[in-house]
């Protein structure tokens, strides 16, 4: 990690005088940059750690285009999310990705895959992102996709910049389809003494009458309601009459597996977000400073999540089989080294975890990373940022750390 304070940034005022920047860089003295918005994301994983012009789009904030009876909306790649979020309010409608920060950029929020526990039923940015806009390294503008929700021609290339974190293209704009907001939600939250326990309730989830929303299992959190016990936390959400209907479903399909205690959270679409149940599951990973995002088959959840240790705090999106375990003092070498072979083990055939540190201090070298050995998709993507970016312009050193590539390109 470098400690050289990084080049001025560069914040253009349009689409066209980010391109010709870009351009006039690629046939100049070709400065490395890395496309910029609030920049909440980690440097190193999602912001190159080589000196680097930082390329700020918040200045391309406008909204393009809104057809609010379509459901869908035509934005600049550096609008906000609290400003998208307030005008499609208005509308009684939604983007359904889980963002805490208000000033997060869209652009961001789609290279970046910003996603949370609701994605067990509104999926990611993929599913929404109909089309874009955006500029290669040497200046050249490209458009994808569309602007309706019936559009099937040609590559899927929006799938391809979500989660790009800016190494193959800017984004200038970006075109979403949107789902109505729904007026009432309630978040139902059960106690258990151990994770064994929970593996039952979740296959019982599975064929469950209800369609909870966000199905999540919560270890040391220290949230209201909560405290640092086992939790299941479940997020429903529709009209009042439908999520009385879901409770008492889910009430009666989860009495038999006996859990401690159940608590309701009612909220609706008055209670500032800052105030919900969900923005405090949102910023537990802001609050420690280490945090590790590990994938394991969702079976394997309940046996995963206990060997951390009980310092450890776990949130994880059970039914994704998603564990973010945040630490907070730096992870001691025995835990280092327990990581390591629970990582190793995934190289077997029957795949275990597969994690990246997602968080550390700043001012820390990065925690040691266990790399996946270099997959066919890694290789595909990392050939696919040569041809499009051949002087590896654009955050440069990102790609190769995500890939477990570590060699330059
Ligand atoms: C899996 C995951 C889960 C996360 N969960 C949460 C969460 O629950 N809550 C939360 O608040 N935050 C979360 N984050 C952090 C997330 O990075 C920020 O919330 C937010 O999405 C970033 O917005 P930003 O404007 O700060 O982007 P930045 O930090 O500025 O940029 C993010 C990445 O996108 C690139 N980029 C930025 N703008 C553009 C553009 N216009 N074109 C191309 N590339 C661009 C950057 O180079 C960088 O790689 C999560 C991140 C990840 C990866």
């Known amino acids: 990690m470098s400690h050289v304070s990084p080049p001025p940034p560069v914040r253009p005022a349009s689409a066209s005088e980010a391109a010709a920047w870009l351009a006039a860089n690629s046939e100049g003295n070709r400065q490395a940059i890395v496309p910029a918005g609030a920049e909440h994301s980690s440097l190193g994983l999602y912001r190159s750690p080589q000196p680097a012009v930082p390329f ?7 909204v393009i285009d809104y057809p609010a009876r379509d459901l869908t909306i035509t934005v600049e790649a550096g609008i906000t999310w609290g400003e998208l979020s307030r005008q499609l309010a208005c509308e009684h409608q939604q983007l359904p990705l889980d963002v805490l920060q208000p000033d997060a950029t869209i652009g961001g929020i789609v290279a970046a895959n910003t996603s949370g526990p609701r994605r067990h039923a509104y999926g990611t940015a993929r599913d929404y992102l109909l089309g874009f806009d955006a500029i290669i390294a040497d200046g050249t503008r490209f458009k994808a996709g569309g602007r309706v929700v019936k ?8 799938k391809l910049m979500v989660g790009s974190r800016g190494t193959i293209a800017v984004l200038t704009q970006c075109t979403f389809k949107l789902k109505p907001l729904p007026p009432e939600s309630c978040w139902l939250l059960t106690t258990w003494d151990l994770s064994s326990e929970l593996e039952p309730v979740l296959q019982r989830l599975l064929l469950s009458d209800a369609r909870p929303v966000a199905i999540e299992l919560l270890q040391g959190t220290h949230l209201p309601h909560v405290g640092d016990r086992l939790t299941l936390a479940l997020l429903l959400e529709g009209s009042a009459t439908s999520i009385r209907w879901e409770v008492e479903t889910l009430r009666r399909e989860l009495s038999p597996f006996g859990p401690d205690e159940l608590v309701e959270v009612h909220e609706n679409r008055e209670t500032p977000f800052g105030d ?9 990973g802001h609050e420690w400073s280490w945090e590790l995002t590990m994938a394991v088959p969702p079976s394997r959840l309940t046996t995963v999540a206990p060997l951390f240790p009980k310092t450890c705090r776990i949130s994880a999106h059970a039914l994704e089989g998603v564990l973010r375990v945040s630490w907070k003092a730096a992870p001691t070498p025995q835990e280092l080294a327990f990581l390591g072979d629970l990582g190793a083990s995934s190289t077997g055939g029957g795949m275990a975890a597969v994690w990246e540190w997602t968080r550390w201090p700043e001012a820390s070298p990065p925690p ?3 790399r996946q050995p270099a997959s066919s998709a890694s290789r ?13 312009l654009l955050n440069p050193g990102v790609l190769e750390l995500a890939t477990g590539e570590t060699a330059a390109i």
């Not at 559009?151 to 929006?158: M, Q």
């Not at 595909?380 to 590896?392: A, F, G, M, T, V």
């Open 56 to 62: 700020d789009l918040t200045a391309l904030n406008r």
């Open 151 to 158: 559009n099937v021609a040609g590559y899927d290339l929006s």
């Open 276 to 284: 919900r149940f969900l923005s405090h599951l949102l910023a537990l």
């Open 368 to 370: 040691p990373a266990y």
């Open 380 to 392: 595909w993507s990392l050939e696919l940022k040569r041809k499009l970016d051949p002087h590896n």
